[in-house]
């Protein structure tokens, strides 16, 4: 009997743990849920370009393509790219698929604007991740923030 209640009472927590945990908004800029936000973003090409671009500007990411959400890519009003002084809203995800020599994606590297800010992160199509957003970005925004970028993006400068 000491058991069983032992057993209801140990189950009840396990249980309402796992609501908190399900309820928590936080949740929902994960590393995983990102992945489900790449996988689902679409096909909108930086410059409705599919073909793989090689990197510039000292970028450690290899051969790539750039894609944005639709957010992201309603921000983008100069002909394409983000006006100067512009800031990309809430909800934009931009995607840069890193390509190997055989035309597969090797990672994900992304942005993605929450209040205001950047959560950056790297991530493979197996889920594994290489670099999560909760990781301090300091290593992402330090490059990033060279000459010419338009709100830490810089293909827009370079590309
Ligand atoms: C040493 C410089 C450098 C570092 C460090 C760096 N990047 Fe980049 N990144 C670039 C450059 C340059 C580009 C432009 C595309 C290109 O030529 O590869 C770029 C492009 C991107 C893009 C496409 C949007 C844009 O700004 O053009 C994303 C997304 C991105 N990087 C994510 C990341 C993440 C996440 C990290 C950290 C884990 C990171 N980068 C670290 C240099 C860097």
Redesign the pocket.
């Known amino acids: 009997m000491k058991y069983l209640i032992v057993f209801f009472i140990t189950l009840s927590v396990l249980f309402s743990c796992t609501k908190k945990v399900a309820k928590d908004p936080t949740l929902a800029y994960s590393d995983l849920a990102l992945l489900d936000s790449i996988n689902n973003a679409g096909s909108n090409y930086y410059k409705n370009n599919p073909n793989i671009l090689a ?7 290899g051969n ?1 393509k ?1 894609r944005f959400n639709k957010i992201g890519l309603n921000a983008l009003t100069n002909s394409g790219k983000l006006p100067v002084g512009g800031t990309m809203p809430d909800g934009s995800l ?3 698929d890193v390509y190997d020599g055989n035309a597969n994606i090797t990672l994900h ?3 993605y604007k929450k209040s205001g800010s950047w959560l ?3 991530i493979k199509p197996n889920k594994e991740v290489l ?1 999560s957003v909760t990781k301090n ?1 300091s ?2 925004t ?3 923030s060279q000459p010419g970028n338009i709100d ?4 827009f400068n ?2």
Request: glycine letters at 12%; hydrophobic letters at 40%.
């Open positions: 990197p510039a500007g000292g970028s450690p990411h790539f750039l931009i995607v840069k590297a992304f942005m950056w992160g790297e670099y970005p290593t992402c330090g490059c990033h830490l993006v810089v293909s370079l590309h």
